[in-house]
């Protein structure tokens, strides 16, 4: 793609991978760079993020519309106003319609704070030591109709250790997706990373694993 690639982040919170991606993408040379964000919360800490690097925000609270139909009819007519080559979701916490997935297909990157298809939905720390995981970690992956179920690009594995509680597991997990999270956005930027018609995951024009890229801390 000509020119950096332009990236739209969603949030609904404190913002910490898109502080991560922020210091991915403003670094010399970058490919991509952040172009807007996003919020269904007026009170998200990451549009405070935002506007402390001079990004463009738009705030839309999802009370105000009929149903998850308006409102991501809504949402796409506020991200297509930054003509994104990429949408990334940082924490937004909204399931979002298929009409809204269709429409990004191919651009649109979620991670999620597990070791997907383990855990899918919420909780994931204290449902991975509840199971009695020796390891745990997060998942990049593209999105598509299936919650948490679109096709894995990165995981990043952390070991579960005695005496682990869900707050302990959880910081080195976020420490993890600071780390995955700008790869694969670097990865889309310099076209190298796409997802085929076939619903694959190609990386350098060669097929992914099921379990994306693998690593390990």
Not at 53 to 71: E, N, W
Request: glycine letters at 8%; one cysteine or more.
């Amino acid at each position: 793609m000509p020119g950096p690639c332009n990236v739209v982040v969603l949030l609904s919170g404190h913002g910490s991978n898109l502080q991560a991606l922020l210091d991915s993408t403003m670094a010399p040379g970058s490919p991509a760079r952040v172009c807007a964000v996003v919020s269904n919360r007026a009170d998200a800490h990451g549009l405070v993020r935002a506007h402390a690097h001079g990004l463009p925000t738009c705030v839309l609270d999802h009370a105000h519309y009929a149903g998850r139909d308006a409102f991501d009819a809504a949402l796409m007519d506020s991200i297509d106003r930054f003509t994104p080559d990429l949408v990334v979701l940082a924490g937004f916490m909204r399931i979002l319609t298929p009409a809204f997935v269709r429409h990004y297909q191919g651009r649109l990157l979620n991670i999620h704070p597990s070791l997907l298809p383990r855990h899918k939905g919420l909780h994931t720390h204290q449902r991975a030591l509840q199971a009695g995981d020796t390891e745990h970690g997060c998942t990049v992956h593209f999105v598509t109709e299936e919650l948490d179920g679109g096709p894995l690009v990165v995981q990043a594995v952390v070991t579960v250790e005695s005496g682990d509680t869900p707050h302990t597991l959880a910081q080195r997990v976020h420490a993890q997706e600071h780390r995955v999270y700008p790869l694969a956005v670097r990865w889309f930027a310099e076209g190298r990373l796409m997802l085929a018609a076939s619903g694959r995951v190609y990386l350098d024009g060669q097929p992914m694993a099921a379990s994306g890229h693998v690593i390990r801390q």
